[in-house]
């Protein structure tokens, strides 16, 4: 069993709104994911995603801010986090 | 080599505000370029943190003469200010077929000054190709709040930059800029020159200020980023207004009515 896994950052705290950011790390080591490798989201949505047999297994909670620091930016805040998981050996 | 110095103009430091770079592509000349490529490859001795600008390199060192030129030494005066000292400076090579990018980062550690920045050259003395592994980095990232790699699990942001450039490109990044060395997929060493310099002044209209009313300045500071979340895009404009008020001394400056919005606190005095 390997894990494949996609983290898609969306431009709201819904699961079917934009992707904005987008992180892939492949535990079949049959590609090498990494910094900077593409200008293009895999999917337009994390709707998408799931449409295309990725299953969402942690999404980003809503935490108010911490007083004091409302307009702070930091982190981008809605993180899903999906899996392929694939039988086989690796290559 | 000419001293007289070609400052930004507010419109280019609003850009800059809210960009967190300023590109100026292929400014530098192919005489420097080529000496520039000799000097990295030897190697470059260190500066001790702190050392006044001045006083740094040598006038026969490459790193004079680039920040001598007109435009570079403009630009950096119109964002640090006159005689800013040396923080540290470096080679940076991305290796042949190295097959692995740098995690995205920020430099040195968490740094949230409301009212000053250091800025970083980043300079590329030969031209820099898609393959070549040109740095990364994101449009608009450098007031978040992260510190160093923290942010490194993310690979791609919309938007983001995947610079090519000619040879004698410069670069001038905040402080805070999210970047990354890309992997090098040629045969090739791929240089960069990169100095950190701190400001020795209060950063308070350092440029070319007359076109500071220009309607141009707030178009620049209200510039959305296609990475940016819906709801924190707006607190980044928040934060922009914040940075102009500190480098232009206007307590008043607002973009839309962002700021001025939430700090509305009527009292019974107002009323008298």
């Given at each position: 069993m390997r894990q494949q896994v996609l983290v898609l950052y969306l431009?709201?705290?819904?699961?079917?709104s934009d992707v904005v950011g987008w992180s892939r790390y492949d535990g079949t080591g049959r590609t090498r994911p990494t910094t900077?490798?593409?200008?293009?989201?895999?999917?337009?949505?994390g709707l998408a995603a799931l449409q295309d047999g990725w299953r969402l297994f942690q999404a980003s909670q809503l935490l108010p801010p911490q007083p004091g620091h409302e307009y702070d930016v930091s982190f981008l805040k809605h993180e899903f986090f999906f899996e392929k998981v694939e039988d086989g050996s690796r290559p | 080599m000419s001293t007289s110095k070609q400052l930004l103009t507010s419109v280019q430091v609003a850009r800059f505000v809210a960009q967190g770079f300023l590109r100026l592509d292929g400014v530098v000349p192919q005489e420097i370029n080529e000496r520039a490529i000799e000097a990295l490859t030897e190697g470059l001795p260190d500066v001790a943190y702190g050392t006044p600008l001045g006083g740094a390199f040598a006038p026969d060192t490459f790193v004079h003469e680039l920040l001598d030129l007109p435009v570079v030494a403009g630009a950096v005066e119109s964002l640090v200010g006159p005689e800013p000292t040396v923080d540290h400076h470096a080679v940076h090579v991305r290796e042949p077929h190295e097959g692995q990018a740098q995690p995205l980062h920020g430099d040195a550690i968490i740094d949230v000054r409301p009212d000053a920045f250091d800025i970083q050259l980043m300079y590329y003395p030969h031209e820099v190709t898609a393959e070549m592994g040109g740095t990364l980095s994101v449009p608009g990232s450098h007031l978040r709040r992260i510190n160093e790699t923290d942010v490194g699990r993310v690979q791609n942001l919309r938007g983001q930059t995947r610079l090519t450039c000619p040879a004698g490109t410069v670069v001038l990044v905040h402080h805070g800029i999210w970047h990354g060395g890309r992997r090098n997929d040629t045969a090739h060493r791929r240089f960069m020159y990169k100095i950190r310099l701190n400001p020795t002044?209060?950063?308070?209209?350092?440029?070319?200020?007359?076109?500071?009313?220009?309607p141009a300045v707030t178009a620049e500071l209200n510039t959305y980023f296609p990475w940016y979340e819906w709801a924190t895009g707006r607190l980044e404009i928040y934060n922009r207004v914040l940075l102009w008020r500190a480098l232009t001394g206007d307590d008043s400056f607002d973009v839309e009515y962002w700021a001025t919005r939430v700090s509305n606190r009527p009292t019974l005095r107002s009323h008298a």
């Open positions: 431009a709201t705290s819904a699961l079917d900077g490798d593409s200008d293009e989201p895999p999917y337009p949505t | 002044v209060p950063q308070v209209r350092l440029w070319d200020v007359s076109d500071l009313h220009d």
